[in-house]
């Protein structure tokens, strides 16, 4: 998840709105692909439901509002 708060960050000093957008989409791609190796563990038994239903709900959360936020750029273009 580090990845994500560093292209978030990236993305608010970015130099054009396309910048933003971009960098905005790669932490969102970041989101989904953390959500992913979430469920793969819950799946395989590796992680129970009680360790991972918070944290997945979160990130559950947060790719819900960069997607949010990625479409409103696009919109804007």
């Known amino acids: ?6 292209n978030v960050r990236e993305a608010l000093r970015g130099e ?4 933003f957008g971009h960098k905005m989409n ?3 791609k970041e989101a989904e692909e953390t959500e992913y190796w979430i469920e793969l563990l819950l799946e395989s038994g590796y ?6 239903k918070g944290i997945l709900q ?14 409103s750029v696009r919109f804007k273009e």
């Open 47 to 52: 992680l129970s439901l009680s360790d991972t």
């Open 26 to 28: 790669i932490a969102l």
């Open 16 to 19: 054009s709105k396309r910048d």
């Open 58 to 71: 979160e990130c559950k959360e947060l790719c819900k509002m960069l997607h949010s936020i990625v479409r």
């Open 1 to 6: 998840m580090n990845s994500i708060g560093a």
